[in-house]
């Protein structure tokens, strides 16, 4: 089996460079470079000058939001739900292979502080999901109930894995993307945060019809190839020698 790394823009959320003390304010509002965001507003707050939709960016904590610190670098990506669910995600580079076991992980945070409406008040559920071409692949949520840091304070690691084979040929080719998402409660009078970092993905080959990997032969090939290469010299010598080349 041959395993490759996919490319993932701005893993570990270290692009956007904050300049600000880490701490609970250092954060961006509505930006991650490489990454989109979006909100499912469940209505009924519109124009009350609130923002009820949630919040997403850039956040460099510090030792009261994460003693330990975190996973990768300095910064993460929160996802503060209000009555709603806030997602990120980005759409890779790389495209769905046949018969390959793709392997995604990243590190989901709680932080140890607490507030009136940030960073919440806890973990309404979260997910993490590999898609092609916007269809789902595999998620969090399918493979686990455990959809929650279960130590306040500190990151944990979550991983979803797919396997391609008998996929729906139709998504073969497709582009693969990433979707995060921290849930919301339905209720705006219980936010809750999620921090993600350190995100990766790999790409397994598993068998000869599968697209993971690059076209590199296995060592045994190349003795094979070696001792062929052998012989045709030495024949091409013996006809040079007897006159036989034209």
Known sequence: ?????????????????????????????????????????????????????????????????????????????????????????????????????????????????????????????????????GTVLNSLRNETTVTCPSVRGSFQEFTVTFNSAGVNPALLGQSLGIVLTANGSGSIFEPSEIDFDKLSLTDTLVSSGGGGGSAIPEPSMVVVMAGAMVVICAIYRRRRAAGFLY
């Open 1 to 133: 089996m041959q395993t490759d790394t996919i490319t993932i823009l701005n893993p570990s959320f270290e692009a956007d460079v904050l300049s600000c003390t880490a701490g609970a304010s250092c954060a961006t509002n509505h930006t991650i470079t490489d990454w989109t965001g979006s909100t499912t507003f469940p209505g009924g707050f519109n124009g009350t000058g609130l923002d009820f939709t949630g919040a997403f960016g850039v956040f460099k904590p510090g030792t009261v939001q994460y003693p330990n610190g975190v996973p990768d670098g300095v910064n993460v990506a929160y996802l503060l739900g209000v009555a709603n669910s806030v997602s990120i995600s980005q759409t890779l580079s790389a495209t769905l292979q046949a018969n390959d076991t793709y392997t995604l992980t990243a590190w989901e945070g709680l932080r140890n502080d607490t507030g009136v409406l940030a960073p919440g008040l806890g973990c309404n559920g979260s997910n993490i999901t590999l898609e092609a071409g």
